[in-house]
């Protein structure tokens, strides 16, 4: 039987959220060296926060794949298996800390930076690094969960439609998948960057890519997956047709994913998560 250290199992997940902030002044906490930190320009070009204001939306995050693991009959425990598929610097994957043991926790990455980060400070669990399109090195029916978060919100469709396949395969019978994509949110926060007099570079790529908002719109409401790459790069040293920004929409992922998994929940609060979340399950 597999344990989770009593002094994190019986905080409450606000408590604990409090716990892992409190880890960036000091990572000695209720007894346990938690994971340390990149520096914060490292932070920043992964998820565009660092600190506190990244794991605010980490805990946020964290708190919808429980709540939906809980819901839809998986309730992690410590002898539960979870895998960050996307993990960067590993913000999101300390939080299971609390609720998995330590070999229950996987992160998987394409790029070997993330791996490394991960590592050199000292994020739990197994850290592997993965090739941009499946098939992993895991077993069938390997996982309870699996979560990704700003994956899908940058994937080709073939990557992402290859990758929903293979968590099919590596979940285990019952197991939930959650994942977020990008959203009409994503094109109002483009809108509010026309006019800018000195756009960032990114900033100058997306008024590039989605000049055609309305557009994009139609194509997101009549239920169209919509995938745009960035005019000058930017896969962050991978191949550059599958990343770029793309759009989910519920009609979409009913129409194309449910062929592997079933479709259980999509949200799409912007004051909770700047990104739309779509759950789903393996019969």
């Not at 994942?179 to 990114?202: A, C, I, K, M, N």
């Not at 239920?223 to 929409?249: M, N």
Request: net charge negative; with cysteine; proline share 6%.
């Amino acid at each position: 039987m597999k344990t989770v250290p009593d002094a994190l199992h019986e905080l409450t997940p606000e408590a604990w959220h409090a716990v892992v902030k409190a880890s960036v002044a000091d990572r000695d906490q209720h007894g346990l060296t938690l994971p340390g930190f990149p520096p914060p320009e490292v932070q920043e070009r992964f998820v565009g926060a660092s600190f506190e204001r990244a794991l605010d939306e980490a805990f946020n995050f964290y708190s919808a794949i429980t709540a939906a693991a809980a819901r839809f009959g998986r309730p992690l425990t410590a002898d539960s298996s979870v895998l960050d598929f996307g993990i960067g610097w590993g913000r999101i994957a300390r939080y299971f800390l609390r609720d998995v043991a330590v070999e229950g926790i996987y992160g998987i990455d394409a790029m070997p930076l993330a791996i490394e980060l991960c590592k050199q400070t000292g994020v739990p669990g197994s850290l592997i690094h993965c090739d941009e399109l499946p098939p992993t090195v895991f077993a069938s029916d390997r996982f309870d969960v699996i979560y990704a978060y700003s994956v899908f919100s940058h994937l080709a469709e073939r990557a992402q439609l290859a990758w929903i396949e293979e968590f099919a395969r590596i979940l285990k019978p019952g197991g939930v998948l959650v994942v977020t994509s990008r959203s009409d949110y994503f094109l109002s926060y483009v809108e509010t960057l026309v006019g800018t007099q000195e756009p960032t570079h990114l900033e100058a790529s997306l008024l590039e890519m989605f000049s055609d908002i309305d557009a994009v719109r139609a194509q997101f409401a009549a239920g169209e997956f919509i995938f745009r790459t960035y005019p000058s790069g930017g896969g962050g040293g991978l191949d550059e047709g599958l990343y770029g920004e793309a759009f989910v929409p519920r009609a979409y992922a009913e129409r194309e994913w449910t062929r592997y998994l079933k479709l259980r929940d999509f949200s799409d609060d912007p004051a909770y998560l700047p990104q739309s979340v779509l759950v789903l399950q393996k019969d």
